[in-house]
C-alpha cells in the first residue's frame, strides 16, 4: 500500500497532513541517508526552539520610525531631519519610546527593537511583498506558508495560517507550495473587521443536524469510492479535507465568537473602536489583536495581523497619531494576556512595516513625509528574544542604517531560527531549482536579538 | 565603469573576442615580466610560485574540462595567464587586489569550484592555489597584452540607455541620431555632437555634462534616468581616444565550434532528436511491454458509465446531458466509442476545454497585471477565441506556433491591397508573446528594468511552454544545470528584439493594430452607431438612477440629515477618496454604512431602483454583445530595426557585455551550423525575420524539444501525468521519461500526422491504455505504486473550469453561447468573486470569464485556478477543506443544487407520487452518468427518507439536500 511518506515525496502537491517537519522525523527513522532534496534537507536537531509560533503585526504603508522606536534627537546647531514626537525613556531598560506608543511602552522591556533594518527599495508594492515572501518582484510563497509547510499545524481542527485584515493574496498566498499551507484570509484590506470571517464558515441552508447527516452520507459515498481503490492518497484527502471542514465550522465560529470576552478585556483592546482619520482606516484593529490572541491560544502556527494606513504623506502628524492610537492599546493588551497565561515564552512577534520613513525637520512648517527603506524600525516581542534590547543603528538624521544592518532576509533567516528551522535548508524544488524564503543570497540569522 | 578595474592590463569588455585577430589594433607592448596586480612590485621576486609550474597544471586536470580553451564554461578560460585576467562572463576580476578579493579563490574556498560531481580539488591543491594567489599571482611568460581599449561597443550601450528615446529610432531631438559613430559626426542642426579627439569640445558631453541632456522635463515622460559619472568617463575616454571602432561584431553561432557548449553535452536525451522505435507500433505496445516486464497487466476495461463520462469530461470539459448518455449507453454499434470521441472531438465545446489549457501556457489574461495596478486589456480576449478556434479547426500545431511566434512576419499586410480573414488571425495569434504581466503602462514603471521584465517573461513562456527548458536562469549567469549559457539566453533575447525592444519602447498605446477586414469594417458601421447611441443613452440613465438611488438611502436612513448635506454627499463621491474633505469624508462613509445594511433593512424603493439598476447593466452588456466586435488587435510585431543586443551581465540593465547576435540555445543545435535569417518581405516593410527564423526552427520535424514537449502534455491532460513528469522541463535536472521509446515515437507520430492534435487525441483515446479501469488491487498497488507504468486509470479531480462549467450544466444553467467579450467579474460584500452572468442572465463556460489577475473568481481560486504569473505550466492539483466548505456552504452551489433538485422531480412524474427510487436513479444519471449500484440505490433512498424526516415531511427539501450532497460527493468532483 502506498505510505503518505511515498505520496509526499513524489507529489509536488500531494495531500496530507503530515509537516516537513514530522515527514522528516519519519524519514530519519526509515533511513540514516541523507533525505530527498525535493523537500530540502533539513537537520532539525541541531537549532533548538525558542518560539512554536508568530504573531506578525504588520504595520502596511511604511510607519515613521523616527516618531515611534527610533529616537533622533537633533543634534548640533542646525535643524536636521529627526524626531518630531517627544521620547522618554521607559522601563528598567531605559529604552526609548514615544509618546506615541504610551501603553506598547510599559512592555518597553519585553520589546527587542531593531532600529537598523534596511531593505532593496521604497516602492510599497515591492517592497510589502518581498517583506512577505523574499522576493519583491515574483509571486513566492508567504512567510507563513513557509512556516506551515516547515512545522505543520499544532491544532487539526484550524489553519496553520491565519491573515487577519488580509492584504492582497499575494501576500498571504502559498504559491508553489501545496495549497494547505496557504493563508486563510480573514476580512480585507481596510475592511471593518467586525463582520469578517472565514470563507464559507457557515451556510445558513441547512440546519445543523441535517449537514452532519449529510456529512455522514456524502462519506459513506465517498468511503465505497475508496474502497475499489484502497489507499488512493487523493481520495484519502477528500475524505480527511471534509471532515477538518466540518470541524472548521465548528469550531472557528465560535473561536471567533467575543461574546465570551469580559467587558474590561473588550475595552482593553479597545475592540469596536474605529478611528478614521485621513490614512488611519476604521478596520477595528483591537478585534484584530484579541482574535490573535485566540488563534495564538487555539495552536495556530503564523497569524498575520493587518493595520494599513501607515502611508500617511500628507497629514504625517495627525494621520500618524491616529495609527499610533488605533494600534497602540491592543498591541500592549496582546502583550499583557500572551505574558499573563504563558504564551508569550513561546510566540513570536513581530512588529513592522514595508519600510519607514524620514523625519521631518522639527519646527519648518513641513507635515510631509516619504519613504525610506535605507534605515528604519522593526521590534521583536517574546518567542524567546532579548526584552528591552536594542539592536543596530541608524545615522544622526535617521536617514540609514549604519551599525549592525539587518536585511529582511536576514529578519526572514532569524524568524525561522527561532522556530527551530535552518533558513538555507527549509526549501522547496520548483521550476527546476530549489527555492527558500530568503532567496538566493546570503541571510544572516541575527543571534544577538536572542538571550 | 572602468576605473575599478585600471589594475587589469586589458580592458576589453568580458566576452568580447576579436573575429579576426587583425583587429587587435590596440597598441601591443611587450613587458618583461608581467604580474597579475600592476603596482605591485614583481621584479626580483624569484621565489613566488608561478602559475605555469605550480597552477597551471592543477587548472590543466581538475578545472580544463571546463575551463580551457575550447571549452569555456561560464565564458572562463583557466588554461593561460590571459584567459584569467579576461575573467569569465560576469565581469568580476578573478584575482582583485588580495585573496580576499580573489572571486577565484572564493569559489574554491566555499566549495563551489569544481562541481559536486567532479573530482575535488586535494588540501594541497587548495594551498598551492592560495599561496599562488597571496604571493600575487605570478607568471614566467612575458605576455602579450594590449594597453586599454576602447570602443564603440564600451559606448554604444550607454546611448542606447540614456539618450536612444530622444536620439533614435523615434525622435531625433536637433536632428541628432545618437546610434552609431556616423551619425554622431554627422550631428544634428548645431553640427557635429562628437569631435573624435577631443571630448571637451564634444556637443553631445557639454550636454550630459551641464544636465541639459537627457532634460529634466524628459525623465520621467521618457522613461530615463541620467548617467552616472563613471558612463560619462567613458564616453568621455572613447572620444578622447577618437572614437576608435573595433569590427567586433555581434557574437552569433558559427560554422566553428562552439566553446561553449559541448557535444558531450547535446547527447542529453532530450536534446537529441526522437529516435523511431521498431519494436512496437502503438501506444499499447509500449505499455503493455513495460508492464509484463513488471510482471504486471493492463486492469480490464473501464464500464461503459465511466467510459462516457471520463471521454466526455476529457475533451469538452462537461458531463453529457441525460440525451446524449442515453444514446451512447444503449447503442448497439461495436464502433460506439470511437464514434463518441470522433463526435466530441468535432463538438465547439472541444475547442473551449483543450484552448484552456493553451491559455494557461500562454499565460492568457484580461489585464495587464502588475503589483500596484492591474488595468484591463481590452482586446485579449480575441487571442483567447483565436486559440479556441485554432483548436477546432485542429489547425495543424507547427502552423499554431508560426502564427503565435512569427504572424506578422509572414504576410506583409501593410502593403497588401486587400485584409484576408487570415491576415488578421496571423497578427492575432501574435498576442501570445503580449500576454505576460506588463507594467510598463503604468506612469512610473516603463523604465528599461520593467521592460526586460517584459521581454523575459516572453521568453521564459516561449522556452518553457514550447521547448520544456528553463531559460530564466541564464538571465544573470549561465545555467548552473543545463548547458545554456548566458549568451545564449541573450541570443534568444536578441530574436525578439526587433519587436520587444528595451530600447524602442511601444507604449500601451501604440501596441494595438487596426487591422480588419473590408466586411468586418463595414459591418462595425453598418451596425454600431445605433447600439452605441443605446449604450450611452443607457450609461447616463443608469447614472441618473444611481444618484435617486444614494439620495433615497440617505433619506431612509438619516432622516434628519439636511437635503443640502445629502447633495453634498452625491457630489462628493466624484472627489477621489484621498482628496476628500474631512466633511465630505465623513458623509461618504455615513453613505456606505446605509449602503451596505442588509436588503430586511432596506426600503421598497432602494430595492426597487436597486432592482431597475441592475437591470439596465444587463442591458449595457447585452447591447454590447450586439455590436461588431473593434478593429484593434493586440499584436506584436517587428519594427524593422532592433537596436543590438548586448549581455548584461548579472542580468543589471546598465552592465552591458559583448554584443551578440540572435540564434537558438547552441546546445540543440549541431554547434557548427549558422542560424539563418532572411528578411520576409526584402521588397515590402521592413521586417527582421528573426521571429519567423525562430518558429521555423521550432516547427523542423527534427526538432528535438517541439514535438516531445507537446505529445508531453496532450499525455498529461488524458492521464493526469506525463510520460516526462515535469512538463516544463525536460533539461538535465527534469525527470527522464517513464516511457522513453513511447515517447519519441508519438513525437514522431505527431509530426508525421500533419502535426494533428485531434489524431494524437484519436491514438490516446482509442488505445487500451486509456480504456483501462481506475480500480485498483493491492498487489497492483504494491508494484506500481505511482502508477509510473499505467497499470491502471488514474483518478482524476475536475479541474475549476470543468467543475464550475458542471455543475451549472447539472443546474441547467449553463449558456453555452461563444466567444466574444469576457463576461466580467465582480466582488460582494465579503470580498468574493463571481462571475456575472451575461446580458441573458445566462451563465457562460468559464473560459469566457474576464481574467483578471486582481480578480480571481473565488470558487475558481478555491481549486486551483492559477494566477498567471507570467503563464501557468502545469496547474496545482489541491485537496483541502476550504474547497469542502465552498461545495459545503457556499450559498450559490446550493442554488444550483436547489435548481438540479429541481430539473429532477420534473422529469420525474412531476405532480405524481413520491418515488424516491426514481430520484435517485434520475440524480445519479444527471450528476455522474451512471445508474446507482443496488447498494447506492438503497443508501439513496434510505438518506432521502432520513432527510425528509429531518425536513418534517418535506420531501422536495429532502430531494434538494440529496442533491446537494452528491454535488459534494467525490463522485461528482472526480473522474474514474
Not at chain 2, 558559427?254 to 512496437?280: A, G, I, Y
Not at chain 2, 536562469?473 to 530574436?495: E, F, G, M, V
Not at chain 2, 470569464?849 to 502545469?874: A, H, K, V, W
Amino acid at each position: 500500500m502506498i505510505s503518505r511518506r511515498n505520496m509526499l515525496q513524489t507529489a509536488s502537491c500531494g495531500f496530507g497532513y503530515l509537516s516537513l517537519q514530522a515527514l522528516l522525523q519519519q524519514q530519519a527513522l526509515a533511513t540514516t541517508t541523507s533525505p530527498s532534496p525535493n523537500i530540502g534537507g533539513a537537520d532539525l536537531s541541531t537549532i533548538h526552539p525558542t518560539a512554536k509560533r508568530v504573531i506578525f503585526l504588520c504595520m502596511s504603508g511604511g510607519p515613521a520610525q523616527m516618531d515611534t522606536f527610533d529616537y533622533k534627537p537633533q543634534t548640533g546647531s542646525k535643524k536636521h531631519p529627526g524626531s518630531v514626537f517627544p521620547f522618554k525613556q521607559r522601563g528598567e531598560s531605559g529604552m526609548w519610546i514615544s509618546e506615541l506608543m504610551p501603553e506598547t511602552a510599559k512592555h518597553a522591556d519585553r520589546l527587542c527593537v531593531i532600529n537598523s533594518m534596511y531593505c532593496d527599495t521604497g516602492n510599497h508594492a515591492q517592497s510589502f511583498l518581498q517583506l512577505h515572501t523574499g522576493e519583491r518582484l515574483r509571486k513566492r510563497p508567504s512567510m507563513g506558508s513557509w512556516i506551515s509547510y516547515g512545522l505543520g499545524t499544532e491544532n487539526n481542527d484550524l489553519p496553520s495560517f491565519v491573515s487577519l485584515n488580509a492584504s492582497k493574496p499575494s501576500v498571504y498566498s502559498s504559491e508553489f507550495l501545496p495549497t494547505k499551507f496557504a493563508g486563510t484570509p480573514i476580512g480585507t484590506n481596510g475592511e471593518d473587521m467586525s463582520k469578517a470571517t472565514i470563507r464559507d464558515i457557515s451556510g445558513e441552508h441547512l440546519p445543523a443536524d441535517i449537514k452532519r447527516r449529510q456529512l455522514d452520507f456524502v462519506q459513506s459515498m465517498n468511503r465505497d469510492h475508496l474502497a475499489e481503490r484502497p489507499g488512493d492518497a487523493t481520495l484519502e484527502g477528500v475524505i480527511e479535507s471534509m471532515e477538518l471542514a466540518y470541524r472548521m465550522q465548528s469550531f472557528a465560529p465560535e473561536l471567533m465568537d467575543l461574546n465570551n470576552e469580559s467587558e474590561a478585556t473588550l475595552k482593553r483592546y479597545r475592540v469596536g473602536k474605529k478611528l478614521s482619520v485621513g490614512t488611519c482606516r476604521p478596520t477595528d484593529f483591537g478585534r484584530q489583536c484579541l482574535l490573535a490572541r485566540r488563534f495564538a491560544e487555539a495552536g495556530v502556527r503564523f497569524i498575520e495581523v493587518n493595520h494599513g494606513g501607515w502611508d500617511q504623506h500628507k497629514d504625517h502628524r495627525r494621520d500618524l497619531q491616529a495609527n499610533c492610537e488605533t494600534v497602540d492599546a491592543p498591541i500592549a493588551a496582546l502583550l499583557e494576556d500572551l505574558a499573563a497565561r504563558g504564551l508569550l515564552d513561546d510566540t513570536l512577534l513581530v512588529w513592522g512595516g514595508e519600510f519607514g520613513r524620514p523625519g521631518l525637520v522639527p519646527d519648518n512648517g513641513k507635515d510631509e513625509s516619504g519613504h525610506n527603506e535605507k534605515g528604519f524600525t522593526f521590534w521583536l516581542a517574546g518567542g524567546g528574544s532579548k526584552g528591552g534590547y536594542v539592536h543596530g543603528r541608524t545615522s544622526e538624521t535617521g536617514d540609514r542604517a549604519v551599525e549592525d544592518k539587518v536585511h529582511f532576509r536576514d529578519l526572514h533567516a532569524t524568524i525561522l531560527h527561532s522556530l527551530g528551522l535552518k533558513h538555507d535548508q527549509l526549501t522547496f524544488q520548483h521550476g527546476g531549482r530549489r527555492h527558500r524564503l530568503t532567496g538566493p543570497e546570503e541571510a544572516r540569522v541575527v543571534h544577538e536579538l536572542f538571550s | 565603469m572602468m576605473g575599478s578595474r585600471s589594475n587589469l592590463i586589458c580592458q576589453r569588455p568580458v566576452g568580447l573576442r576579436p573575429t579576426d585577430d587583425a583587429v587587435w589594433r590596440c597598441v601591443v607592448v611587450l613587458i618583461a615580466l608581467v604580474c597579475g596586480h600592476a603596482g605591485v612590485n614583481c621584479f626580483g621576486n624569484d621565489t613566488a610560485p608561478l602559475f605555469e609550474t605550480v597552477v597551471q597544471p592543477i587548472f590543466a586536470d581538475k578545472c580544463g574540462k571546463c575551463h580551457g580553451e575550447t571549452v569555456r564554461k561560464g565564458d572562463l578560460d583557466l588554461s593561460s595567464m590571459a584567459g584569467i585576467r579576461q575573467g569569465g562572463e560576469s565581469g568580476d576580476p578573478l584575482l582583485g587586489e588580495s585573496i580576499d578579493e580573489s572571486r577565484l579563490w572564493e569559489v574554491i574556498a566555499d566549495g563551489e569550484m569544481p562541481p559536486d560531481d567532479q573530482q575535488p580539488l586535494t588540501d594541497g591543491e587548495r594551498q598551492l592555489i592560495s599561496d599562488w594567489i597571496s604571493a600575487g599571482a605570478h607568471s614566467n611568460r612575458s605576455v602579450e597584452s594590449t594597453v586599454e581599449s576602447i570602443d564603440q561597443h564600451d559606448v554604444l550601450p550607454i546611448l542606447l540607455l540614456r539618450c536612444n528615446t530622444c536620439h533614435g529610432p523615434r525622435i531625433r531631438q536637433g536632428g541628432v541620431d545618437l546610434r552609431s559613430r556616423e551619425s554622431m559626426m554627422t550631428g544634428g542642426k548645431n553640427g557635429p555632437v562628437m569631435i573624435p579627439g577631443d571630448a571637451d569640445a564634444s556637443l553631445m558631453i557639454k550636454r550630459i555634462e551641464s544636465n541639459a541632456c537627457p532634460p529634466s522635463e524628459s525623465l520621467l515622460k521618457f522613461f530615463v534616468r541620467r548617467p552616472p559619472t563613471s558612463e560619462v568617463e567613458t564616453l568621455r575616454r572613447w572620444i578622447d581616444a577618437g572614437a576608435p571602432e573595433s569590427t567586433i561584431v555581434a557574437d552569433v553561432q558559427t560554422d566553428r565550434p562552439d566553446p561553449l557548449v559541448t557535444d558531450q553535452e547535446r547527447q542529453h536525451w532530450s536534446f537529441q532528436p526522437p529516435k523511431k522505435s521498431h519494436r512496437f507500433d502503438s501506444i499499447d505496445g509500449f505499455i503493455a511491454d513495460s508492464l509484463h516486464s513488471a510482471g504486471l497487466d493492463f486492469e480490464v476495461e473501464a464500464d461503459r458509465d465511466t467510459l462516457i463520462r471520463r471521454v466526455y469530461i476529457d475533451l469538452i470539459g462537461l458531463p453529457p446531458s441525460q440525451r446524449e448518455y442515453a444514446h451512447w449507453r444503449d447503442s448497439k454499434d461495436p464502433e460506439w466509442y470511437s464514434s463518441m470521441v470522433d463526435q466530441l472531438l468535432a463538438s465547439n465545446h472541444y475547442g473551449e476545454r483543450w484552448g484552456r489549457y493553451w491559455l494557461d501556457l500562454a499565460g492568457y489574461a484580461d489585464s495587464e497585471g502588475g503589483i500596484s495596478a492591474d488595468p484591463i486589456r481590452d482586446d485579449a480576449w480575441k487571442y483567447r477565441d483565436y486559440v479556441i478556434d485554432a483548436f477546432n479547426k485542429d489547425k495543424p500545431y507547427d502552423r499554431f506556433l508560426i502564427e503565435q511566434l512569427a504572424g506578422d512576419e509572414l504576410i506583409d499586410h501593410v502593403n497588401a491591397k486587400v485584409i484576408t480573414q487570415q491576415m488578421v488571425e496571423n497578427l492575432t495569434a501574435t498576442g501570445f508573446l503580449r500576454m505576460g504581466i506588463d507594467e510598463t503602462g503604468s506612469r512610473t514603471m516603463n523604465f528599461v528594468p520593467e521592460r526586460l521584465k517584459v521581454i523575459s517573461d516572453a521568453i521564459s513562456v516561449v522556452s518553457g511552454g514550447l521547448m520544456g527548458l528553463t531559460m530564466e536562469c541564464a538571465r544573470c549567469h549561465s545555467h548552473k544545470y543545463d548547458p545554456i549559457p548566458q549568451r545564449d539566453y541573450y541570443r534568444l533575447k536578441a530574436i525578439f528584439q526587433g519587436a520587444l525592444d528595451e530600447h524602442d519602447w511601444d507604449s500601451f498605446k501604440t501596441r494595438t493594430l487596426n487591422v480588419a477586414t473590408a466586411e468586418h469594417r463595414r459591418q462595425v458601421e453598418l451596425v454600431n452607431p445605433p447600439l452605441q447611441a443605446e449604450v450611452k443613452r443607457l450609461e447616463s440613465s443608469h447614472k441618473k438612477i444611481t444618484v435617486t438611488l444614494q439620495m433615497q438611502l440617505l433619506r431612509d436612513h438619516y432622516p434628519d440629515q439636511s437635503e443640502d448635506d445629502n447633495k453634498a454627499t452625491v457630489a462628493a463621491l466624484k472627489t477621489a477618496d484621498n482628496n476628500r474633505t474631512l466633511k465630505q469624508k465623513v458623509l461618504v462613509e455615513r453613505l456606505v454604512k446605509a449602503e451596505l445594511r442588509p436588503d430586511t433593512e432596506q426600503s421598497q424603493k432602494v430595492l426597487g431602483l436597486r432592482q431597475s439598476l441592475s437591470e439596465i447593466e444587463r442591458s449595457i452588456d447585452h447591447t454590447r454583445r450586439k455590436m461588431a466586435p473593434s478593429t484593434s488587435i493586440r499584436a506584436l510585431w517587428d519594427l524593422g530595426r532592433p537596436s543590438p543586443t548586448y549581455i548584461l551581465r548579472g542580468g543589471e540593465h546598465d552592465k552591458p557585455g559583448a554584443p551578440v547576435g540572435p540564434g537558438v540555445p547552441s546546445v540543440l543545435t549541431d554547434g557548427k551550423t549558422p542560424f539563418e535569417i532572411r528578411a520576409p518581405f526584402p521588397d515590402g516593410t521592413p521586417k527582421s525575420g528573426r521571429r519567423l527564423a525562430l518558429a521555423r526552427w521550432l516547427t523542423d520535424p527534427n526538432h528535438p524539444l517541439t514535438s516531445r514537449v507537446m505529445v508531453n502534455r496532450i499525455w498529461f491532460h488524458h492521464f493526469g501525468s506525463g510520460l516526462v513528469k515535469d512538463l516544463e522541463n525536460f533539461g538535465v535536472k527534469g525527470s527522464r521519461p517513464t516511457h522513453p521509446e513511447l515517447l519519441d515515437w508519438m513525437a514522431i507520430e505527431f509530426a508525421r500526422q500533419g502535426w494533428s492534435v485531434k489524431q494524437m487525441h484519436r491514438q490516446i483515446l482509442n488505445s487500451r491504455t486509456y480504456r483501462q479501469s481506475s480500480h485498483v488491487t493491492p498487489e497492483k498497488f504494491q508494484l506500481d505504486p505511482q502508477n509510473q507504468l499505467l497499470s491502471r486509470m488514474n483518478l482524476r479531480r475536475l479541474d475549476a473550469e470543468s467543475l464550475r462549467d458542471s455543475l451549472l450544466f447539472v443546474a441547467g444553467k449553463l449558456d453555452t453561447t461563444p466567444g466574444g467579450l469576457p463576461d466580467t467579474v465582480s466582488i460582494d460584500q465579503d470580498g468574493m468573486v463571481s462571475i456575472n452572468p451575461t446580458g441573458d442572465g445566462g451563465l457562460r463556460r468559464s473560459v469566457y470569464q474576464q481574467f483578471r489577475r486582481t480578480e480571481i473568481p473565488s470558487m475558481m481560486d478555491t481549486f486551483d485556478y492559477p494566477q498567471m504569473g507570467p503563464n501557468c505550466l502545469s496547474r496545482n492539483v489541491s485537496t483541502v477543506s476550504p474547497q469542502a466548505l465552498m461545495m459545503m456552504n457556499n450559498g450559490r452551489v446550493h442554488d444550483l443544487a436547489v435548481a438540479f433538485a429541481d430539473r429532477v422531480a420534473n422529469k420525474v412524474d412531476p405532480g405524481g407520487e413520491v418515488q424516491y427510487a426514481d430520484w435517485v436513479d434520475t440524480v445519479y444519471e444527471m450528476a455522474l452518468s451512471r445508474s446507482p449500484s443496488p447498494q447506492e440505490l438503497s443508501l439513496g433512498v434510505e438518506s432521502l427518507r432520513q432527510l425528509e424526516s429531518s425536513w418534517h415531511g418535506n420531501s422536495h427539501q429532502a430531494l434538494q439536500t440529496y442533491c446537494h450532497t452528491i454535488l459534494n460527493s467525490a463522485s461528482f468532483l472526480f473522474v474514474d
